[in-house]
């Protein structure tokens, strides 16, 4: 799986749009980009997740460059109870065998000040 | 709330203690997974079942024991551990085969303290 680029830490002031860049310059053609988060004391949460297109779900909205190379997860009016750790993850569909081998990076750290 | 149900939430065990953690998924699930997270790291990849057959084990100790009674179901016995074992321990559920794309649905987890 490809690997991924996130700054550990951001901040974000309540009611704003909270913007979590991920880099992932060697992503493959096959390879999708997810988004998970991981509010303290919670297991990791889905967010989102798209190939090449851009994606938007209740929850938040999902652009991928052109060239697949870099993403953007948008939270269009953080609140507090987005702060949490915030996980981007590069890999291909699905394994063979069904299942999906998910490999978490440290992720970026958002805190959402009110 | 969580789909993914975990037992107990703490758990105090001793070094020669044997204990089991229990994860329980209702919503089809074929493939389920443990993941072991350290304080302020990411979560780490133990093993996964898919098919209630084991297809990953991340060179995890023999001290934890994966088992899969059926598709539902997922536990981890516990023997013999160490203090250094002590964390959260996260069980999650996927899809399995019909779901291409299908993401991690995780339980909120076991924290499990050694003494």
């Known amino acids: 799986d490809a690997k991924t680029t996130q700054p550990t830490s951001m901040d974000c002031a309540e009611g704003r749009a909270a913007n979590l860049p991920c880099n992932h310059s060697?992503?493959?053609?096959?390879?999708?980009v997810y988004w998970y988060r991981q509010i303290h004391s919670q297991g990791p949460q889905y967010i989102i997740h798209?190939?090449?297109n851009n994606e938007t779900n209740e929850m938040a909205s999902l652009i991928i460059t052109e060239d697949r190379k870099s993403s953007t997860l948008i939270l269009p009016h953080a609140t507090l109870r987005d702060t949490a750790v915030y996980y981007c993850?590069?890999?291909?569909?699905?394994?063979?065998?069904?299942?999906?081998?998910?490999?978490f990076g440290i992720g970026t750290k958002l805190q959402v000040i009110p | 709330d969580t789909e993914v149900t975990q037992t107990p939430k703490h758990l105090v065990m001793g070094m020669t203690n044997k204990k089991s953690l229990k994860c329980e998924q209702h919503?089809?699930?074929?493939?389920m997974y443990w993941y072991k997270q350290k304080a302020k790291k990411p979560p780490e990849l133990m093993f996964v079942?898919?098919?209630?057959?084991?297809?990953i084990n991340e060179s995890v100790p023999s001290r934890f024991s994966p088992e899969c009674p059926n598709s539902s179901l997922l536990n981890l016995h516990l023997h013999a551990l160490q203090p250094e074992d002590s964390a959260l321990y996260l069980c999650?559920?996927?899809?399995?085969?019909?779901?291409?794309?299908?993401?991690?649905?995780f339980g909120n987890g076991t924290r499990l303290t050694v003494t």
């Open positions: 919503m089809g699930h074929r493939a």
């Open positions: 999650a559920s996927s899809r399995g085969l019909q779901g291409i794309g299908s993401p991690l649905h």
């Open positions: 993850i590069v890999r291909v569909g699905r394994n063979s065998g069904g299942y999906q081998k998910v490999t």
């Open positions: 079942y898919s098919y209630e057959k084991l297809s």
């Open positions: 798209g190939l090449k």
């Open positions: 060697t992503i493959s053609g096959n390879e999708y």
